[in-house]
């Protein structure tokens, strides 16, 4: 099943590491997709919980940036649309922003 997973900041960072590390446990089940929206954006802190959280390169990077809420909401949504098709999606995990 594959299984797409949206994260954008240090607290989904920290969410997302232990689901990705079970999901490692089980591959012939499980396909996950990790995508970085790019909230983020800086190296020094995106990088940092990456490697520290042994989280793996996301799949897509979205590089959403800074800007409102509603800003940051509606470029996710675009760039999610341009980067995925229905037909490869088989579940969607959204963490909250």
Do not use: C
């Not at 797409?4 to 900041?9: D, Q, S, Y």
């Not at 232990?18 to 929206?37: A, D, I, W």
């Not at 042994?54 to 999610?80: N, R």
């Amino acid at each position: 099943m594959r299984i797409v997973n949206v994260v954008g900041a240090r607290p989904n960072f920290m969410k997302i590491a232990p689901l990705l590390l079970e999901y490692r446990k089980h591959p012939g089940e499980f396909e996950p997709v990790l995508v970085h929206t790019g909230q983020h954006y800086d190296a020094n802190m995106s990088d940092l919980f990456f490697r520290q959280l042994q989280i793996p390169e996301p799949d897509v990077f979205l590089g959403v940036g800074s800007g409102s809420h509603a800003e940051q909401t509606a470029k996710i949504m675009v760039e999610m649309e341009k980067s995925s098709s229905p037909s490869r999606l088989t579940w969607s995990w959204w963490w909250a922003m």
